[in-house]
T-cell receptor, first 112, second 114 residues
Framework: EAQVTQNPRYLITVTGKKLTVTCSQN?????MSWYRQDPGLGLRQIYY???????DKGDVPEGYKVSRKEKRNFPLILESPSPNQTSLYFC???????????FGPGTRLTVL | GESVGLHLPTLSVQEGDNSIINCAYS??????FIWYKQESGKGPQFIID?????DKRQGQRVTVLLNKTVKHLSLQIAATQPGDSAVYFC?????????????FGKGTHLIIQP
């Protein structure tokens, strides 16, 4: 089944404790992206990747890192999480930007 | 800043009626527009897309209209059903100056009244 998977689905952590949210797709997509969704603000892009070893900042990259060592994986790294990073995070993938993006199920992160 | 927006945060319609959800965008260079549906507790799901060289595209029970003159996008859902209850997002992408992916509007919550 073609899908985007994210892990964990739910995470509660404390300020400053490094964490990684994994994202994997099995559709051989070149393009992958991370979004955060907050009430009243909709979906905002954090980082995106056009292909392996190519990553770029989106609209709200501060406090986040990503890597794209393999085509299928695009982990989101929070080196020192802060409470303002409490949010619902979505990973997405597609064949390029002018195509439908497939979204993962979301990761709800709470930073205390 | 936000370049894609929706006119109404909530839209309530009777089951069986047609729904129209509107969206405005500000960037004339936008090439591609997508409507997504997000049900509670799930990720956004593709509904229909349209490219800037078109003004109308139809799917199953859904139609997207694009008016580039006034930078307006709409999603029409025919004969709405309870399963249509969700938040609907329009999104646009600009390929000039770097392919930075989709910019989403804030969403319209469609409520279906029985």
């Amino acid at each position: 089944e073609a899908q985007v998977t994210q892990n964990p689905r739910y995470l509660i952590t404390v300020t400053g404790k490094k964490l990684t949210v994994t994202c994997s797709q099995n559709m051989n997509h070149e393009y992958m992206s991370w979004y955060r969704q907050d009430p009243g603000l909709g979906l905002r892009q954090i980082y995106y990747s056009m292909n392996v070893e190519v990553t770029d900042k989106g609209d709200v990259p501060e406090g986040y890192k990503v890597s794209r060592k393999e085509k299928r994986n695009f982990p989101l790294i929070l080196e020192s999480p802060s409470p303002n990073q409490t949010s619902l995070y979505f990973c997405a993938s597609s064949h390029g930007t002018l195509n439908e993006q497939f979204f993962g199920p979301g990761t709800r992160l709470t930073v205390l | 800043g936000e370049s894609v927006g929706l006119h109404l945060p909530t839209l309530s319609v009777q089951e069986g009626d047609n729904s129209i959800i509107n969206c405005a965008y500000s960037n004339s260079a936008s090439d591609y527009f997508i409507w997504y549906k997000q049900e509670s507790g799930k990720g956004p799901q593709f509904i229909i897309d349209i490219r800037s060289n078109m003004d109308k595209r139809q799917g199953q029970r859904v139609t997207v209209l694009l008016n580039k003159t006034v930078k307006h996008l709409s999603l029409q859902i025919a004969a709405t059903q309870p399963g249509d209850s969700a938040v609907y997002f329009c999104a646009e992408t600009r390929t000039g100056g770097g392919a930075d992916g989709l910019t989403f509007g804030k969403g319209t919550h469609l409520i279906i009244q029985p």
